[in-house]
C-alpha cells in the first residue's frame, strides 16, 4: 500500500482516506483473486482504490522480473489520477468508477509509453494477419501531437519485441471515436486530432449512437437524445454538437496501422 499511497496517487486527502480505510482487509483479498485471474464486480467508491493499492506492487514485482523499468511501471499506474479527476467531477466526492479499465494497468497488461498506452490483444475482426495485435489506447490529459504519438508507436514496437518476444505482432491497432474520418468533416487538416486519424486505416464497426465521442467531448451526462444542451465551451464541442443536431454520426472506428 505504501508503494501506491507515496509514489502513484495525488490526492492527499485521498492519500489520508484510503490509509484510514477500515475495510483494507477485504480489498487486499479482492487484490488477490484478481493476481488468481478472478474479475469481481465490486462497488465504486474508495473501495476499488485500496485493491489497486494492493495491486501496485504486484505490478510493480512482475515487471521488474520482466525486466521493465520502474518508471515505465509508475507512469502507467498513476493513469489512476485522471480517472480519480474523472470521479471527481462526475459525483463531487472522492473515489473511483473506472476500476475494470485500471486492473489493465495494475496486473502488468497494459504500458504507458509516451504519449499512448499499449497492450497485446487478440486482432479483432477486420484487422489483417496475426492472431495478436498491438492495442493502443488514448490517454486524456495531453495534447495528441503526431509527433508525441509516432514517438509512442516508435517505442511500443521496441517495447514488445524486447520484453514480450514470444508474441510477435505485425500491426497496431484501436477502436476509438478519435479514428472516425467524419472529423475531417468538423474540424482543420492541420489539427492534432485529425492528424491522429489519418495515422490510422479505418475499418467498418458496429455503430455507438456516437456516445464515445459524447462522453468524451461533453461529459458523462451526455447522450445523444439531450445533445441540445451540452456545453459549447471549445471549438470541438462546439463544432461536434453542431455536427450531431444536423444529423451527422461520430461512431466508434477500429482501425489499423503496420509496425
Same mark, same amino acid.
Given at each position: 500500500?505504501?508503494?501506491? %499511497? ?7 486527502? &485521498?492519500?489520508?482516506? !484510503?490509509? *484510514? ?8 483479498? %479482492?487484490?488477490?483473486?484478481? !493476481? *488468481? ?8 467508491? !474508495?473501495?476499488?482504490?485500496?485493491? $489497486? ?28 489520477? %485522471?480517472?480519480? =479527476? ?7 466526492? &472522492? ?14 497488461? $497494459?504500458?504507458? $509509453? ?19 495485435? !498491438? ?9 495528441? #501531437? ?10 511500443? #514496437? ?24 467524419? &472529423?475531417? =468533416?468538423?474540424?482543420?487538416?492541420? /489539427?492534432?486530432? %485529425?492528424?491522429?486519424?489519418? &495515422?490510422?486505416?479505418?475499418? /467498418?464497426?458496429?455503430? =455507438? ?11 458523462? =451526462? ?6 441540445? *444542451?451540452?456545453?459549447? *465551451?471549445? /471549438? $470541438?464541442?462546439?463544432? +461536434? ?10 461512431? +466508434? #472506428? +477500429? ?5
Amino acid at each position: 500500500m505504501e508503494f501506491f %499511497v507515496n509514489e502513484i496517487l495525488e490526492n492527499e486527502d &485521498l492519500k489520508k482516506k !484510503i490509509i *484510514n480505510y477500515d475495510r483494507k482487509e477485504g480489498s487486499a483479498q %479482492v487484490a488477490q483473486s484478481i !493476481i *488468481n485471474g478472478h474479475r469481481p464486480n465490486i462497488e465504486k467508491g !474508495i473501495f476499488p482504490l485500496c485493491v $489497486l493499492a494492493y495491486l501496485a506492487p504486484y505490478a510493480l514485482e512482475l515487471n521488474n522480473k520482466r525486466g521493465i523499468a520502474k518508471d515505465i511501471t509508475v507512469k502507467t499506474l498513476k493513469d489512476v489520477n %485522471v480517472w480519480v =479527476d474523472n470521479y471527481y467531477n462526475r459525483y463531487s466526492e &472522492l473515489g473511483l468508477g473506472e476500476f475494470h479499465w485500471l486492473v489493465n494497468h495494475y496486473t502488468g497488461d $497494459l504500458f504507458r $509509453l509516451g504519449r499512448l498506452q499499449f497492450r497485446l490483444e487478440k486482432s479483432l475482426d477486420g484487422i489483417p494477419e496475426g492472431e495478436y495485435a !498491438i492495442e493502443t489506447h488514448i490517454p486524456q490529459g495531453e495534447a495528441l #501531437t503526431e509527433e508525441k504519438c509516432l514517438e509512442s508507436f516508435k517505442c511500443a #514496437t521496441t517495447f514488445f519485441k524486447k520484453y514480450f518476444p514470444q508474441t510477435p505482432v505485425k500491426y497496431f491497432m484501436c477502436d476509438s471515436w478519435l479514428l472516425n474520418p467524419n &472529423l475531417a =468533416d468538423i474540424l482543420n487538416e492541420k /489539427s492534432n486530432i %485529425v492528424k491522429f486519424m489519418r &495515422l490510422w486505416t479505418p475499418v /467498418s464497426f458496429a455503430s =455507438d449512437n456516437s456516445s464515445q465521442a459524447i462522453e468524451r467531448v461533453f461529459g458523462f =451526462d451526455f447522450k445523444r437524445d439531450n445533445i441540445k *444542451n451540452a456545453p459549447e *465551451n471549445t /471549438s $470541438l464541442q462546439k463544432a +461536434l454538437k453542431e455536427y450531431l443536431l444536423s444529423g451527422g454520426d461520430m461512431d +466508434l #472506428t +477500429l482501425g489499423w496501422r503496420k509496425i
